[in-house]
């Protein structure tokens, strides 16, 4: 650092470049807490089948308010977000516009709308951003509604706590096993 003398050597170009994610714990089981409402994101009325809605609900116990978290194998920090009621199905963004609803649907390696990447705040909660956005849109609640059953969806930044996660825990009991051949 030196005292502004107007040099060449002062003068500084910020590019603007993407948010590599955050690394994100997949042992756990995991709520996430909208920042805004105290809510949390579950399944509506815990419905496991394609295209059930997401929304937020006041803590329950249920486990279609538990998600597991699995990384993707290309890489990037991506993960899908899977269901602990029925792991075959995971969150999905349902195109990239604002506005886009994140519903549930049957675990696919081919659909990058399954792919979703942390970015971890400040204070500790999440932005959680949506592959079929190209990480443009993130996961919220709509209207920043405090209210029960409000509709998750994505939208572009707008540093509302309605966009912000807390990813609290629940157990480490998440494992894999091998079957005999």
């Keep these: 650092q030196w005292e502004i003398n107007n040099a060449s050597c002062q003068n500084w170009i910020l590019e603007a470049v993407s948010n590599p994610g955050t690394k994100m714990d997949t042992s756990v089981v995991y709520e996430f807490k909208n920042l805004n409402s105290g809510m949390l994101m579950e399944i509506e009325g815990g ?4 295209d059930a809605n997401v929304q937020q609900w006041s803590s ?6 538990k998600w597991i978290l699995q990384e993707f194998a290309g890489g990037g920090n991506y993960y899908y977000i899977r269901s602990f009621a029925d792991s075959k199905y995971v969150l999905k963004a349902n195109g990239a516009n604002n506005g886009g609803n994140i519903s549930i649907a049957e675990y696919s390696t081919k659909d990058s709308s399954m792919l ?3 970015s ?4 500790g909660s999440y932005y959680i951003m949506t592959r079929a ?8 609640i709509s209207a920043a509604s405090k209210e029960s059953g409000a509709n998750v969806q994505q939208w572009d930044l ?17 494992t894999t096993t091998t079957q005999p051949p």
């Design 158 to 174: 707008t540093n509302s706590d309605c966009q912000k996660w807390a990813a609290e825990t629940m157990t480490t009991t998440v």
């Design 120 to 123: 971890k705040n400040t204070d």
């Design 60 to 65: 329950n116990g249920y486990d279609c308010q």
């Design 133 to 140: 956005s190209k990480d443009a849109r993130f996961v919220e």
């Design 116 to 118: 979703f990447k942390f």
């Design 47 to 50: 419905k496991m089948e394609a």
